[in-house]
């Protein structure tokens, strides 16, 4: 199977590099901007182009690694063209339904990741969850993602878009929390790597323990003293105290909850 | 060196394993619970007590791992009576202020870590955070925090209170985000461990990269039909929907800070 990518950001990039290291052919790479098509094209061996008209009919599969705005667009433009092809898109929230009808052949392929063009992912663990719209695409979604993953699952667009709404909470939500850490921090000159054991072992209880009765600290047991002196050292930043507030509250209820 | 542990929790569990690990004598284990006072005394080879009278002078150092709320009567109490003695505590927001003026030596000993009785953690890697009322009290601590632990540093109060801030940030928040992310998944049937990848990746990055650079997701960019299609898949959650909200802003907000 050939294939070509469409998008040259963080997915693409990553998911190009696994393809190619499990020597599937990368065909061409699209991305609007020269540099990034230029980038990952020479890294996979593949033509890069910058126009969607460029795209031509030399792969089997199209895979689609874009932002969920310009999916529509660039799948509509190429499913008319070439109506016979295997589509995929890599999107948890998109359903599979974006798809034009004429297309016969087409999947979502949703690797639960987050993704930087510079870090190495391993993506054997990564959990990769499909769903097609004819027995044709699964079968290429299976080859694909078991020859890069030993976790692929079949899903519904329905269950998917839980899923990503989890995967919100639990990488871009908890990398905000770091981030705020990370400011506290630096307002007092003090460094950000002392914190790595203890955000090393909140990740690693949860691998053990249910979140629920992992937690530990002031708001689950509502301590009011702590939690009103911590506000008062965000004194300059109402959105961070707000959020510590609400934050808070929302532990302190689950923690009621489950009594 | 002996030792009396004031507290029976999880950090008072966890630092007197390591305290005997590294050969100290702990003589007593003081906990209002019996139940706590005999597991944690059993583990030591201490005697358990129920009753703060019954502390006695047998130890040169005693050290209080308590609620932040009950840590200014116990040290008045047992402060009066062994005046001469090495006092310690480990509360990350409370000062050296806290401990009365009659005592000469005593000093905070803060481990940066979220501990549970259950959870073996590597005491040597975490960071100890130490400030002294004098001499003594530092030589004590800098002994007793070096044999468990390779990061023993010098702090002021004013600084260890930004600390403690930040660890709630990094674990206690971080931690509520993977219980919002398994109820989303729960309330679906789904599993909590399609995360782990995601959960692990997410904290391995901020060990290279800056979380501020790390960070990804429908938020970083405020996709606004991604966002508004989360919120809905909470509908029956108004203080899952204000949280997911405001964390978006605030990441959005951050993201354009940084632009």
């Known amino acids: 199977m ?6 040259a950001g963080n997915l693409a990039t990553c998911l190009g590099k696994a393809l190619k290291a499990s020597r599937y052919e990368v065909v061409q790479v699209f991305s609007r901007t020269e540099q990034s098509a230029k980038v990952l094209a020479t890294m996979l ?9 460029w795209v031509n009919d030399g792969a089997d599969v199209y895979i689609f690694a874009v932002k969920d705005s310009v999916l529509p667009i660039l799948v509509e433009e190429l499913g008319k063209k070439y109506p016979k092809k295997i589509f995929l898109h890599t999107a948890g929230s998109m359903p599979l339904s974006i798809f034009p009808a004429v297309l016969a052949h ?33 079968q290429a979604m299976m080859e694909i993602g078991q020859s890069i993953s030993d ?19 639990s990488c871009n939500f908890v990398n905000h929390c770091y981030n705020r850490a990370a400011k506290v921090l630096a307002e007092r000159n003090l460094p950000f790597d002392v914190l ?37 050292l965000m004194d300059t930043d109402e959105m961070g105290q ?18």
Not at 2 to 7: D, E, L, M, P, S
Not at 155 to 165: C, G, N
């Open 106 to 138: 087409c999947g979502v392929f949703y690797p639960l990741q987050t993704f930087s063009k510079t870090a190495e992912v391993d993506f054997r663990e990564i959990p990769i969850f499909i769903e097609g719209r004819d027995e044709k695409a699964m």
């Open 196 to 232: 790595y054991p203890l955000i090393d072992e909140t990740r690693r209880k949860v691998h053990h323990i249910h979140p629920q009765k992992a937690q530990t600290g002031p708001a689950v047991r509502y301590d009011e003293n702590v939690i009103a002196m911590q506000k008062e």
């Open 2 to 7: 050939k294939i070509t990518i469409i998008g």
């Open 242 to 259: 707000e959020l510590y507030e609400l934050l808070s509250k929302d532990i302190h209820r689950f923690a009621e909850d489950h009594l």
């Open 45 to 53: 061996e593949a033509q890069p182009i910058t126009h969607i008209e």
């Open 151 to 169: 976790n692929v699952r079949t899903i519904t667009s329905a269950d998917r878009k839980y899923i990503h709404l989890a995967a919100v909470w």
